[in-house]
């Protein structure tokens, strides 16, 4: 079973205008860390923002913000004030806490353009 | 440069031939990882080092496939008799924290190599 499903293979956004990035998981474990990654064409994975499973908060750096749902295992990436910079594939990513061991398990990815 | 440095980026090899790809982590990180990336699709976890302990190779896809990082520094990822499906971007990441406790220690990528098998 997929641990973590990105169902948009693609998106368009308008520049200047907030886009969301779909991303569900399916964790038993009770402690669990969700991540967000940017890989630009230049081939490096960017960390953008993590939520932890027992954070009561929504986390937020700068302009991006993690929509987390935990009943639903659904952990959105929402960017607001999209920069044509922004355009990049996106991973969803979750490490689990007690049986993941050391490795992060990452989604298929979003690719995101942004339209000026 | 103080990232995660990776050599070489592109590697085009027969099948068959062994390949060898380098690491340089970041100076004083302890932990270090290798993925591997096909086309259109997101990192999958190869094995992980913490310092020149090879703590966790279960995502090797088979005994072609050899990590070492014998001095804690920088680590090889070889492939023996590479096939066409070996053809995908390895990464490379490093984290200074051992067993990435608090949950949200981030890792730090380098660019990748892309081996392609012809």
């Known amino acids: 079973a997929q641990k973590i499903t990105q169902t948009q293979p693609g998106m368009f956004v308008q520049e200047k205008e907030a886009v969301t990035l779909d991303c569900t998981y399916d964790?038993?474990?009770?402690?669990?860390?969700l991540f967000w990654y940017k890989q630009p064409s230049s081939g490096e994975m960017i960390f953008l923002i993590y939520q932890g499973s027992y954070d009561e908060q929504n986390a937020t750096e700068g302009r991006y913000s993690l929509n987390f749902q935990k009943a639903r295992k659904s952990a959105n990436l929402v960017i607001s004030a999209s920069q044509l910079g922004d355009s990049a594939m996106y991973f969803c990513?979750?490490?689990?806490?007690?049986?993941?061991?050391?490795?992060?398990?990452f989604g298929a990815g979003t690719r995101l353009f942004v339209k000026a | 440069g103080a990232g995660v440095s990776q050599s070489p980026r592109y590697k085009v090899a027969k099948r068959g031939q062994d390949v060898a790809l380098r690491c340089d982590p970041i100076?004083?990180?302890?932990?270090l990882f290798w993925y591997q990336q096909a086309l259109g699709q997101g990192p999958e976890f190869l094995t992980y080092?913490?310092?020149?302990?090879?703590?966790?190779k279960s995502g090797l896809p088979s005994d072609r496939f050899f990590a070492e990082r014998p001095e804690g520094s920088v680590s090889t990822l070889k492939i023996q008799r590479t096939q066409q499906e070996d053809s995908a971007v390895y990464l490379c990441?490093?984290?200074?924290?051992?067993?990435?406790?608090?949950?949200?220690?981030?890792?730090?990528f380098g660019q990748g190599t892309r081996l392609t098998v012809v």
């Open positions: 080092f913490q310092n020149e302990a090879q703590l966790d």
């Open positions: 964790t038993s474990d009770q402690s669990y860390g």
């Open positions: 990513a979750m490490r689990e806490g007690r049986t993941g061991g050391f490795k992060t398990i």
């Open positions: 990441a490093s984290s200074f924290r051992r067993v990435l406790e608090p949950m949200n220690t981030e890792a730090f």
């Open positions: 100076s004083g990180h302890v932990s």
